[in-house]
């Protein structure tokens, strides 16, 4: 037996095997983190180039002014102030650069290395140079502009970024440390959050498996009206669906061995006369009980094709097409006319033409003429008429009393006048069946004589459908043109 690596399917595909809980709660920390994540560097970058750009600006005015004032360094220069001494009480380094490449700049530690960004500033072929130099391990801002009052001379002036540093690293760190904050608090808040919210998906969990042990198929609380609230809607409406298709199932079985204790008994019962008997038994008794015989277990197994017909949950698989539903219609009457040879059929029928099972809706009109030829009296006359896909049977029995109109097509129905005579109560049932298949209608009522009338209407046309497109041959126009 091989153990499959945690996380892993017998693919080899790897797959998050957490809770739909700790889902949400990871993806929502994942999100906020990678907000958060946006925020801050969007942030520090925001405060690093604005800070960058007061710097330059501010520098670069300094060196404007310096500039424009360098003659009154020469009287500094006279009064014994020199530039090393006035800008040891600065953070700004201020030293200038010749065309030749001449370099006059104070050295207090740091060696700031000019290069040609500089020079071309002193020889006119830039107007300023801006630029960041590293020097003994510190970064300097470094900007050179032309000194007007001396041709062929740049000033130079270098501040530190160590101050500008200094305040990033600790915006840096603020912001990280907000930035888990946030994270973390986004993670609990996730948590509750998907807690709370799953909480009615974990009792959807919990029916489902005490109705997967207990079987009981009892209804959970809806709270709401959002998405979960119609899940839990939609869960009890396929548990009333599963107790009615149970119920239903319970009620045939008990109904289907109701119906046959009687023939199975009857079966035994002559059976085991004939075998008591033996050959003592007259030849016409014993005839007369092999017709018995004979007629219980043909009752048996239409009883039996009935039960098989009526227990499926989904209709069997059949070859749908077009139905003359008239030829049908004609031989089911051809069938019943064999089993009831003293009764007259007057058959009436126009054309008609349905998509659908042919051998399902045959047994539905033999079902329908076998129910007004058993309740006909001798010598009686049962009238089939056919007109634009209504279908009219009429007996001339003594119908269908009031109360038993709305049962007549449920299974195993039998009125008390009919629970005498043969039939298993499933025919009628068979035909309402075949009816819904075929999105028609039946109806049960009185006909002009005082019998019964069953009505059925399917869907259909008076001409058949073609079954592909004609073909016209081209012309010689069609093909000139």
């Known amino acids: 037996m091989s153990i499959l690596p945690l996380g892993f399917d017998p693919n080899g595909r790897w797959h998050y095997r957490r809770s739909l809980a700790s889902r949400v709660t990871v993806l929502t920390t994942m999100a906020v983190g990678l907000a958060v994540a946006i925020v801050a560097l969007g942030a520090y970058v925001t405060v690093r180039m604005q800070l960058q750009s007061s710097l330059d600006d501010s520098l670069v005015d300094r060196a404007k002014t310096s500039s424009a004032a360098i003659e009154q360094a020469d009287a500094l220069n006279e009064a014994g102030i020199t530039p090393t001494y006035l800008l040891a009480s600065t953070d700004v ?28 500033v002193a020889t006119g072929d830039s107007k300023m ?17 032309p000194i007007p009052a001396r041709p062929g001379f740049a000033l130079v002036l270098a ?98 061995g109701h119906e046959l204790r009687t023939p199975l008994t009857s079966l035994r019962t002559n059976i085991d006369l004939l075998t008591q008997a033996g050959a003592s038994l007259p030849d016409d008794a014993r005839a007369e009980l092999l017709t018995d015989v004979r007629a219980q277990l043909e009752e048996l197994t239409t009883l039996v094709g009935d ?110 006048v009919s629970r005498a005579m043969p039939g298993s109560g499933l025919g009628l049932s068979i035909v309402a069946q075949v009816t819904e298949r075929h999105a028609g209608t039946i109806q049960a009522g009185r006909s002009p004589s005082g019998g019964t009338r069953m009505t059925l209407r399917l869907p259909g046309a008076s001409s058949p459908k073609p079954a592909e497109p004609p073909v016209v041959a081209p012309t010689k126009e069609t093909l000139i043109g």
């Not at 140079?129 to 502009?145: E, F, H, K, N, Q």
């Not at 449920?410 to 008390?416: A, P, Q, V």
Request: aromatic fraction near 6%.
């Open 93 to 120: 380094r201020i030293g200038w650069i010749r065309g030749d490449g001449q370099v006059n700049f104070p050295d207090t530690g740091d060696v700031i290395r000019l290069d040609d960004h500089e020079l071309a």
């Open 129 to 145: 140079s801006l630029r960041t130099v590293r020097a003994g391990g510190t970064d300097y801002r470094v900007v050179a502009v």
């Open 159 to 256: 501040q530190s970024l160590t101050p500008q540093q200094h305040v990033l690293t600790k915006l840096g760190l603020v912001t990280l440390l907000f930035g888990i904050a946030g994270i973390i608090t986004a993670g609990v808040a996730g948590w509750a959050v998907a807690r709370n919210g799953l909480r009615p998906v974990r009792r959807l969990t919990a029916a489902a498996e005490d109705i997967a042990r207990t079987e009981r198929l009892a209804p959970i609380q809806v709270e709401g009206d959002d998405e979960i609230a119609r899940l839990a809607s939609a869960f009890n409406q396929m548990l009333a669906s599963l107790a009615a298709s149970r119920d239903r199932q319970r009620r045939l079985v008990a109904d289907a």
């Open 307 to 416: 039960l098989v017909e009526l227990a499926r949950d989904e209709p069997t698989p059949a070859v749908i097409g077009t139905v003359e539903l008239h030829e049908v219609l004609e031989q089911a009457v051809a069938r019943v006319r064999r089993r009831a040879p003293s009764l007259a059929f007057l058959v009436s029928a126009d054309p008609w033409y349905v998509e659908g099972d042919s051998a399902a809706v045959e047994r539905a009109l033999t079902n329908l003429l076998d129910n007004a030829a058993k309740w006909s009296p001798p010598a009686g006359t049962v009238t089939v008429a056919l007109r634009g896909g209504v279908l009219t049977v009429d007996d001339q029995g003594p119908g269908i009393a009031e109360e038993d109109l709305p049962h007549v097509f449920e299974r195993f129905y039998r009125s008390d």
